[in-house]
T-cell receptor, first 109, second 113 residues
């Protein structure tokens, strides 16, 4: 069975500092990895996915199959990045997403 | 519709009562998912529909929980004989399937008193 672990429930950084939200997964096959974000009083929304290899709002994430990780990074955090971040894994198309328990990021002024 | 619509947005019910939660997916989205979001537990998968059938209902916590989808569109999640531990936000998401991502609704906050 697949599992997603986000070791930090809470992460607090200052504006302008680098930020890294950790995500580790366990799955024997080749998974699809995603990051979802939920801003205060808003719906959960897709931030980025590994197959797109894109940068959204300055965030990037690289899939490291050797370390089974998909950490989310941003070089200079902004206050508007404060939100709950969820890492998620999918075995393949047309399968469910399995989510981690989330990390609440607070960016202080 | 423009997005995934869930109703009601809030529901307070007495322990032991039955509740029905509704999800209206984006038109044309064949896949529909129900999740439960509670503090400290993240998002727990409940059930997945492809069209009207449910190939994966492995996340339903007990036989008090059931869901159906009709016409490949609207879905209803029913919780019978509600318990206090059922209190959570119930999220619905829909997708075109394939490599497309999910679009989430705003959820139904269920409180069992």
């Amino acid at each position: 069975a697949q599992r997603v672990t986000q070791p930090e429930k809470l992460l607090s950084v200052f504006k302008g500092a680098p930020v890294e939200l950790k995500c580790n997964y366990s799955y024997s096959g080749s998974p699809e990895l995603f990051w979802y974000v939920q801003y205060s009083r808003q719906r959960l929304q897709l931030l980025l996915r590994h197959i797109s290899r894109e940068s959204i709002k300055g965030f990037t994430a690289d899939l490291n199959k050797g370390e089974t990780s998909f950490h989310l990074k941003k070089p200079f955090a902004q206050e508007e990045d404060s939100a709950m971040y969820y890492c998620a894994l999918r075995r393949g198309s047309n399968y469910k997403l399995t989510f981690g328990k989330g990390t609440l990021l607070t960016v202080n002024p | 519709g423009a997005g995934v619509s869930q109703s009601p947005s809030n529901k307070v019910t007495e322990k032991g009562k039955d509740v029905e939660l509704r999800c209206d997916p984006i038109s044309g989205h064949t896949a529909l998912y129900w999740y439960r979001q509670s503090l400290g537990q993240g998002l727990e998968f409940l059930i997945y529909f492809q069209g009207n059938s449910a190939p994966d209902k492995s996340g339903l916590p007990s036989d008090r929980f059931s869901a159906e989808r009709t016409g490949g569109s609207v879905s209803t999640l029913t919780i019978q004989r509600t318990q206090q531990e059922d209190s959570a936000v119930y999220l619905c998401a829909s997708s075109k399937g394939g490599n497309y991502g999910y679009t989430f609704g705003s959820g139904t906050r269920l409180t069992v008193v």
